[in-house]
C-alpha cells in the first residue's frame, strides 16, 4: 500500500503530460494559433481567472489532456528567447511542488531533461521517481514558438507524456501561449487514480464551473479533469513566473520566480493550496540548490 501511494504522487504530480488528442497540438502551426485567438478573444476578455486565461481539460479513451490559453504581457522575443532552450525548462520545472529536481543534457542525439518527480514536501532525491523528457525544439521563427517535451512511459502503465507549448506575437508587444499537458494511461493507472480520488483526492477539484452548490457557492469539477486541470494551471503560473523573473538581476531570479509562483497559486486557494508559503520557499531553495550540483 504505501509502495502504490508513491506511485499515486508520481501520477498526481505528472498528470499533465502525455499524448496529444487527434485534433490537438500536433495540428499546431502559426496560422492555427492565430485563428485560435481570434476565436477566443471573447473568453480571454471575459475570464473568471482575473487575468486573459482560458483553461479547458478532456478525458477521452485513455488520455487526459488539459489545454490553457493565455495572453501574457511579454514581447513575443523575450518569451522565444527565454524559452528555448532546455535547461531554461529547468527553472521552470523546479517551481512546481512536486519537482524535486531537473538537469539538461544536450548530446549529439538530442536533449534530454531528467526530472524527479515526488511528494510535496522536501525528499530525499533517490526517494524521487525519476522520468527523461525528449526536449525538441519544433518550430522557432519570427512569428512562431513550438516546444516540446516527450517522455515515451511512466509508471503503472501510463505513456506518451507530452508537454508542449506554442506562442505567437499580438498587438501591443504582447504573446498569445497555448500549453497543452496530455497522457495516456491503463488499466493499473486507472486503478491506481481511482484510489487516489476516493481518498486522499476525494474533495480536491478543478476549475471548470459545474454548475452550484445548495448553499449558493460555485461548484466546480472533480476526478480526474480537476486533477490535470490543477497542473496545468501550475506549470502555467511557473512559466508566468518565470518570465516575470527576468526583469530582475541574474542573481535574484530565482527567489523572485519562487515568490511569484506561490502568491500567484494562493489567488486560487480552493484549487491550488498546499503549502504555507515559508515551507514552500525553504523546500525549493535546498532543492534548487541540489539541482545545481553535479550530477550523482
Same mark, same amino acid.
Given at each position: ?10 501520477? *498526481? ?18 496560422? #492555427? ?8 478573444? $471573447? ?10 486565461? *482560458? ?20 514581447? &513575443? ?16 520545472? %523546479? ?9 539538461? #543534457? ?7 531533461? @531528467?526530472?524527479? %518527480?515526488? +511528494?510535496?514536501?522536501? $525528499? ?8 527523461? &523528457? ?5 518550430? +522557432? ?11 515515451? #512511459? !511512466? ?16 498587438? !501591443?508587444?504582447? @504573446? ?11 488499466? #493499473? ?10 481518498? *486522499? !483526492? ?9 454548475? +452550484?452548490?445548495?448553499? =449558493?457557492?460555485?461548484?466546480?469539477? =472533480?476526478?480526474?479533469? =480537476? ?11 511557473? *512559466? ?25 497559486? $494562493? ?30
Amino acid at each position: 500500500m504505501i509502495r502504490l501511494a508513491g506511485w499515486l504522487v508520481f501520477l *498526481i504530480a505528472l498528470s499533465s503530460a502525455g499524448c496529444a488528442l487527434a485534433a490537438g497540438p500536433e495540428m499546431q502551426s502559426a496560422a #492555427t494559433l492565430q485563428a485560435q485567438y481570434a476565436a477566443l478573444g $471573447e473568453r480571454l476578455n471575459h475570464s473568471p481567472f482575473r487575468r486573459a486565461l *482560458i483553461l479547458d481539460s478532456s478525458d477521452s479513451s485513455g488520455h487526459l489532456q488539459g489545454d490553457l490559453y493565455a495572453l501574457v504581457d511579454y514581447p &513575443f522575443a523575450t518569451v522565444a528567447a527565454s524559452l528555448s532552450g532546455p535547461g531554461q525548462w529547468c527553472d521552470v520545472l %523546479i517551481l512546481h511542488l512536486n519537482t524535486k529536481y531537473c538537469r539538461a #543534457t544536450v548530446t549529439g542525439a538530442g536533449a534530454v531533461l @531528467t526530472v524527479r %518527480i515526488g +511528494k510535496k514536501y522536501p $525528499e530525499l532525491l533517490g526517494d524521487a521517481y525519476p522520468v527523461a &523528457f525528449a526536449y525538441r525544439l519544433a518550430s +522557432k521563427t519570427s512569428n512562431f514558438l513550438d516546444i516540446r517535451l516527450n517522455a515515451d #512511459t !511512466g509508471p503503472l502503465s501510463t505513456h506518451d507524456y507530452l508537454i508542449q507549448l506554442a506562442a505567437i506575437p499580438v498587438t !501591443g508587444s504582447r @504573446t498569445f501561449l497555448h500549453l497543452t499537458y496530455s497522457y495516456a494511461y491503463g488499466l #493499473t493507472g486507472q486503478l491506481a487514480m481511482n484510489t487516489y480520488l476516493a481518498t *486522499i !483526492g476525494r474533495d480536491k477539484v478543478g476549475f471548470t464551473l459545474t454548475g +452550484k452548490q445548495s448553499n =449558493g457557492l460555485p461548484d466546480y469539477i =472533480g476526478g480526474e479533469r =480537476g486533477l490535470i486541470e490543477r497542473n496545468t494551471m501550475r506549470y502555467y503560473l511557473a *512559466i508566468d513566473s518565470y518570465l516575470g523573473s527576468l526583469a530582475a538581476l541574474p542573481r535574484d531570479r530565482f527567489e523572485k520566480s519562487l515568490q511569484s509562483w506561490f502568491a500567484a497559486t $494562493e489567488k486560487y486557494p480552493r484549487q491550488l493550496h498546499e503549502l504555507d508559503k515559508t515551507d514552500y520557499l525553504n523546500m525549493k531553495r535546498s532543492e534548487y540548490l541540489r539541482q545545481q550540483q553535479p550530477p550523482q
